[in-house]
């Protein structure tokens, strides 16, 4: 097992399987594991707003026995008095013994693996990954489809660009076979080559710019919001100009030409993207699919705080790079501070920062 949870992709499938499993076994005997990380203490260090992500990370803990510190947005902690990622991370890991951060810049949970002495949780970096969300729609989609990830018609709509809960989901299906892509978005919008090209092996993937494309064979809809926050630092692409259109809005006209069975997820928070009422259809899942983030959380919190393991896999795999990443959302860019963080490129994915992806 990997010390730190950066990308869900640094994990083996038996040790995905083991993190769904024992995620199955706290669901069914919560009891049972009520006193497992007694003494232990989680840390979250959210530079960016979330209410799910953390509060499950929070919960899950708490229901494990385990203590929880941390700070929720960056106002009340000394980084709005300038403390660099380092020295935050650094002081952080005296306090507790495992790390769950989200931070705005792309790489910053991988930077601060890198400076720190207990295991760090990737809670989303920017518009790059977001591993545990990951980790609760295949959680729920094992859960609906009896543990098959085969042989689906899987619908992904919205803010393809920016949404990193998007890029860690398809990267995680690389792993299967015979599954139907339908990407839908704006064409500004679309999933960035990056995170297709594993997919593309064995699987297909269609692009589409209406939900009404596709919706009748779909036994799966993922819908995702735009991203606006990110679209401001966004080069090129005025804020007014990149809004929805109906065609990308989930609404009972569309529904009703879907299967009885289709799971309608989304990672949440969501705007106007669903019909409010909607919820109340019995294929609206994303509500259950928040609550299992609780479970999943617990599992992977307690496979981290059990192993020993010194070093991330990912790390194991990069090489030092010449060239400094330009993309100025990676966190190579963030400030003065991380100036000395090691210059790598990812080995897998030809010359790519092995921050951010983007490459160089
Ligand atoms: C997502 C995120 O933060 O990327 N939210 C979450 O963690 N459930 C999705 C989003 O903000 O749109």
Redesign the pocket.
């Known amino acids: 097992m990997v010390r730190d949870f950066l990308d869900f992709n640094d994990l083996t499938m038996a040790q995905w399987d083991r993190i769904f499993n024992l995620a199955d076994d706290i669901y069914e005997n919560p009891a049972k594991y009520a006193d497992h990380c007694k003494n232990k203490i989680l840390a979250t260090l959210f530079y960016e707003p979330?209410t799910?992500?953390q509060l499950s990370f929070q919960s899950a803990m708490l229901k494990l026995g385990g203590s929880v510190i941390g700070f929720s947005g960056v106002g009340g902690s000394s980084v709005s008095k300038g403390e660099s990622l380092k020295d935050t991370i650094k002081i952080v890991s005296g306090y507790a013994d495992i790390i769950a951060i989200r931070h705005p810049k792309a790489g910053s949970a991988f930077a601060a693996s890198l400076y720190a002495s207990v295991p760090v949780i990737n809670a989303?970096d920017g518009v790059h990954l977001?591993p545990t969300?990951t980790l609760l729609d295949l959680f729920t989609i094992g859960k609906y489809k009896n543990k098959k990830f085969t042989g689906l018609n899987i619908g992904i709509c919205g803010d393809l660009l920016n949404?990193?809960?998007v890029h860690s989901l398809l990267r995680a299906f690389s792993m299967y076979r015979g599954n139907n892509f339908y990407l839908i978005s704006n064409p500004d919008f679309k999933v960035p080559e990056k995170y297709l090209k594993a997919l593309q092996t064995g699987n297909q993937i269609f692009t589409c710019e209406a939900i009404d494309e596709c919706i009748d064979g779909l036994d799966i809809i993922y819908m995702?919001?735009l991203?606006k926050e990110r679209l401001v630092s966004l080069d090129g692409v005025p804020f007014e100009t990149a809004g929805y259109d109906m065609n990308l809005i989930l609404d009972h006209t569309k529904l009703a030409k879907a299967k009885s069975d289709l799971m309608i997820l989304h990672?949440?928070?969501k705007n106007n993207e669903i019909e409010a009422s909607i919820d109340d259809d019995e294929r609206a899942l994303y509500f259950k699919q928040a609550e299992l983030g609780v479970y999943i959380r617990m599992a992977l919190l307690i496979i981290l705080l059990e192993n020993n393991t010194n070093r991330t896999s990912a790390e194991i795999q990069r090489e030092e790079a010449e060239i400094r990443c330009e993309n100025p959302n990676c966190i190579l860019n963030d400030d003065d501070d991380t100036s000395n963080l090691p210059l790598l490129v990812n080995v897998n994915a030809g010359d790519a920062c092995a921050y951010c992806e983007v490459e160089a």
Do not use: F
Request: charged share 20%.
């Open positions: 979330s799910r992500t989303g977001h969300q949404g990193r809960t995702t919001r991203q990672p949440l928070p």
